[in-house]
């Protein structure tokens, strides 16, 4: 959800690597540019080795970088297949990747459906009924940190299954 950006900014400095069509969602699109998002538009073919090269420079100047390796949202019910093009840049920096997972609760509704926009759920009418929830608790669970080594393949199966674990 796009809540996960305000509580991943929340918890620690960093900067997200995200859709492209983000940068034109109103009010959420312009605090993602504000953030240093890195944009991939994953229609074009070879912009993903521009997103790593800029993934690449922010780990050499020492800023986290945060990645959602499954590329959609979902109603938060399962762990989806990680994509791992995005882990090169940490493979090749010698870097390591700290798994986590994200929880929300909700005191009045349903966070699959109230906190969660996936599918087809029309954003104007998620987002403002989202705005009208009394409370909202989101927790992060970090888990142990990867050597980002190896292939970025089997790296992302380790991280997946580690999520998973976390989720569990």
Request: glycine share 10%; hydrophobic share 40%.
């Given at each position: ?8 900014s929340?918890?620690l400095?960093?900067v ?5 069509e983000?940068a034109?969602?109103?009010?959420i699109g312009?605090?993602?540019?504000q953030?240093g ?9 070879g ?8 993934i690449a420079e922010?780990?050499?100047n020492?800023v ?9 949202t979902?109603?938060?019910e399962q762990?989806l297949r990680?994509h791992?093009?995005?882990f090169?840049?940490a493979?090749?920096?010698g870097?390591t990747?700290?798994p986590c997972a994200i929880r929300?609760?909700l005191?009045d509704g349903?966070v699959?459906?109230?906190i ?8 104007g ?30 790296l992302?199966?380790?991280l ?9």
């Amino acid at each position: 959800t796009y809540l996960d950006i305000l509580a991943f900014s929340a918890a620690l400095p960093c900067v997200f690597v995200s859709k492209a069509e983000v940068a034109g969602w109103p009010i959420i699109g312009r605090f993602a540019e504000q953030a240093g998002t890195i944009f991939v538009r994953r229609e074009k073919q070879g912009d993903g080795s521009r997103a790593n090269a800029s993934i690449a420079e922010c780990l050499r100047n020492g800023v986290r970088v945060v990645l959602f390796p499954e590329g959609t949202t979902t109603n938060g019910e399962q762990v989806l297949r990680f994509h791992s093009t995005m882990f090169q840049p940490a493979i090749d920096a010698g870097e390591t990747i700290t798994p986590c997972a994200i929880r929300y609760e909700l005191a009045d509704g349903v966070v699959e459906n109230e906190i969660c926009w996936w599918g087809n759920m029309p954003l104007g009418p998620h987002l403002l009924n989202f705005l009208g929830k009394r409370e909202i608790s989101a927790s992060i669970t970090f888990g142990d940190p990867v050597p980002a080594v190896g292939d970025r393949k089997t790296l992302g199966l380790e991280l997946r299954s580690r999520v998973v674990a976390l989720y569990e």
